[in-house]
């Protein structure tokens, strides 16, 4: 393993364009994630294309980097805006954003660059030595009935964060899997819900879906609290965390990269699922569980760690089963089909060279995190000194040419202000911008699972419970929709 | 009424309207599968059915225990005191603030991106509340430049023209300009 990584570290420094390109996703990555409005995918979007006159390597390893460093760019904006650059850092945004209000915005974004860092350098030291294995264990272990059953733990965890009460926690995800169901049955290509419209027929992108939900929703909470005299800027403050603080969390950080990882290489969940059960465990094993989405550090850091842990992990899938975990995973397949090769088994069979340069990329960028992060993070920061009357009008196009860009479709950025809309009145209302967010973007893969394993089990659940991974998931899902029952009905509401 | 607001029965009232809508339109899609038993309408049924059933759990939860925020609840603490309207011209500001982007949208079609983002930037503006003008058209020229400047010349990325005279031509204008600038280089 360490003569390959060498190997791949010799490749991906030995030329100066291979270099540019690195550097060049670094930034881009970190830029992208951290501008308000647009997000990784955005860059990625536009980038697309020009992996063609790209060498395979170089154009997967763009992607990989940009991915590395777009996940943590995205926690900046959700710390500092309460707009997530990307929904894997949404749950970032519970407790980043309280910092923020209270003056607490540097010790939120360095304890996310650090932990972004761990997570990921982590997983990319896991990938490295044991994609191989990981990809074998998956193959056998991992079917349609377990992602399913993942699919319905992280729902049931979803649920369970944001949102005034369980119930609206539950309307939000419900609303979202209703939205996933727009455009085709991924069974058998019927039309769902496009009342007329055939660009409704691939479905509700989820790019300018996220973007209406989150960053428009905001403009527009911000506009109404300006409207009536409301509006406060948030505190500019540039204190790091200290070693000590970071070092209460260390038990916090393993459970989030263990979580993360477990996340991200389970084909199609990826690293929102990640970061909202890294969450969701912070929030189960604390003592005080009312600290959190109050400003409470440790929840910034779970988040962060298990969305950059599941980086790394995503790539076993990606690689070794040619199955994406997400958006910008699913674009790498399309830099590998320009270049007519397909990811898969045998990739590491007949592009090693690729595979290691993409490997250690993936080390150093995340790496780079920690450095270029902390230099970028002090200059960030100034973000908030901007007058929001600037920054408001500014989002909105970034997120419009974000909405745009990926599919070229008007109608694309209609939905995403229509989802600003919906989103603003219903965070008025005590609904989860995030449980939306979560069930649209894992519905399609719930259900595509679910149709799978009913086949594969010739439609008798019983068959479920005889795989003892997807009846863990299971019973800790209901455990989940239980516990949160229980206080719906005997949990009294907050004084005031 | 127990402790429900006229928000709580609107809210109901939503959800279910929801639920019955979209079931209702299921049926227009209601075909089966040969190889999948439940079709293309049950995974979504149901959704809808639990959507009902959830709104009605709601409805109770206010009914009994008001709308406040139920205890240990996470991420939920900026919902809790959504803002009190006392005029008309309250909802009338914000009324634009939420309009005016998809009026945005919908004009990026016939206008094109080129024409109509410098005149949406300054509207917004406006309707913040921003009222100087040097600040507007300064500002709105920065925003208009970083964009053009960013996704136009840099990135190259394509971006909706418009399909109606002038507008069309402006945004014809701006590319060959655009093209004519890279052959310089």
């Not at chain 1, 010799?10 to 830029?31: K, N, R, W, Y």
């Not at chain 1, 419900?174 to 660009?199: H, M």
């Not at chain 1, 600037?390 to 970034?398: D, G």
Request: proline fraction near 5%; aromatic fraction near 14%; include cysteine.
């Amino acid at each position: 393993m360490i003569e390959n990584f060498l190997a791949g570290t010799a490749t991906l420094f030995g030329d100066p364009f291979t270099i540019g390109i690195f550097v060049f996703g670094v930034l881009g990555g970190m830029l992208f994630g951290a501008i308000p409005g647009v997000s990784m995918l955005t860059l990625a979007a536009i980038l697309l294309p020009f992996t063609a006159d790209l060498s395979p390597a170089q154009g997967v390893m763009l992607f990989a980097v940009i991915y590395c460093t777009g996940t943590y760019g995205g926690a900046i904006t959700a710390i500092l805006f309460n707009i997530p650059g990307a929904p894997e850092n949404a749950p970032t945004a519970f407790d980043g954003y309280p910092m923020t209000q209270k003056g607490m915005a540097g010790k939120a974004v360095g304890a996310a660059v650090l932990c972004s860092a761990i997570g990921g350098v982590a997983s990319a030291l896991v990938m490295m030595s044991a994609t191989e294995p990981l990809a074998k264990w998956a193959i056998m272990n991992i079917g349609p009935p377990e992602i399913f059953a993942l699919v319905f733990f992280g729902l049931a965890v979803a649920s369970s964060v944001g949102g005034r009460t369980i119930w609206k926690g539950w309307l939000s995800v419900l609303l979202g899997l209703l939205i996933a169901t727009i455009g085709q049955d991924p069974v058998g290509g019927i039309n769902r819900f496009n009342f007329g419209y055939s660009d409704l027929a691939a479905g509700i992108a989820f790019v300018p879906a996220i973007l209406g939900f989150f960053a428009v929703s905001e403009i527009f909470i911000q506009a109404e609290k300006n409207v009536s005299g409301k509006y406060t800027a948030p505190k500019f403050n540039v204190d790091f965390p200290s070693f000590f603080e970071l070092w209460a969390h260390k038990i916090a950080v393993v459970r989030s990269i263990f979580v993360g990882f477990f996340c991200g290489i389970l084909p199609g969940i990826g690293a929102t699922l990640a970061a909202f059960m890294g969450y969701g465990e912070a929030v189960r094993w604390s003592k005080d569980k009312s600290e959190f989405g109050t400003g409470k550090l440790e929840g910034v850091i779970s988040s962060e760690t298990a969305n950059n842990a599941a980086t790394g992990a995503a790539m076993i899938p990606l690689l070794a089963l040619g199955l994406p975990g997400g958006a910008l995973t699913a674009m790498m397949v399309a830099v590998f089909q320009m270049h007519d090769l397909e990811p898969g088994p045998l990739v590491f069979y007949n592009s090693p060279d690729l595979i290691w340069v993409v490997f250690a990329a993936m080390f150093y960028a995340n790496l780079s995190i920690l450095f270029v992060g902390l230099i970028e993070t002090k200059t960030i920061l100034y973000l908030l000194k901007i007058p929001f009357q600037f920054l408001a009008p500014m989002i909105l196009m970034l997120a419009s040419i974000g909405a745009y860009i990926s599919r070229g479709l008007v109608l694309d950025v209609v939905v995403m202000f229509l989802a600003g809309i919906i989103g603003f009145l219903l965070r008025r209302s005590g609904y989860s911008i995030p449980g939306i967010v979560l069930g649209l973007i894992l519905g399609k893969i719930g259900e595509q699972n679910f149709a799978q394993g009913m086949q594969m089990v010739h439609y008798d659940l019983g068959t479920y419970f005889s795989r003892p991974i997807c009846t863990i998931l299971i019973i800790a899902g209901v455990l989940t929709l239980l516990k949160s029952l229980h206080s719906a009905f005997y949990q009294k509401p907050k004084v005031q | 009424m127990g402790k429900l607001s006229r928000p709580d029965i609107f809210e109901a009232v939503f959800w279910l309207l929801i639920a019955v809508i979209f079931f209702a339109v299921s049926f227009s899609f209601n075909q089966p599968i040969e190889i999948y038993k439940f079709g293309a309408t049950g995974w979504p049924r149901v959704i809808l059915f639990l959507m009902a059933l959830v709104s009605l759990g709601n409805f109770y939860y206010a009914y009994s225990k008001g709308s406040k925020a139920q205890e240990g609840r996470v991420g939920a603490k900026e919902n809790e005191e959504p803002i009190k309207y006392t005029s008309a011209g309250q909802y009338f500001k914000t009324g634009m603030v939420l309009i005016l982007p998809l009026v945005y949208a919908l004009s990026l079609k016939p206008v094109g991106f080129y024409s109509g983002t410098p005149i949406f930037i300054a509207l917004i503006m406006i309707a913040w509340g921003e009222r100087r003008v040097r600040f507007i058209l300064t500002n709105t020229i920065l925003i208009y430049a970083i964009l053009i400047g960013l996704f136009m010349i840099v990135l190259n990325a394509p971006l909706p023209q418009g399909n109606m005279s002038p507008f069309y031509d402006i945004s014809a204008f701006m590319l060959k300009t655009k093209t004519q600038f890279d052959q310089m280089f």
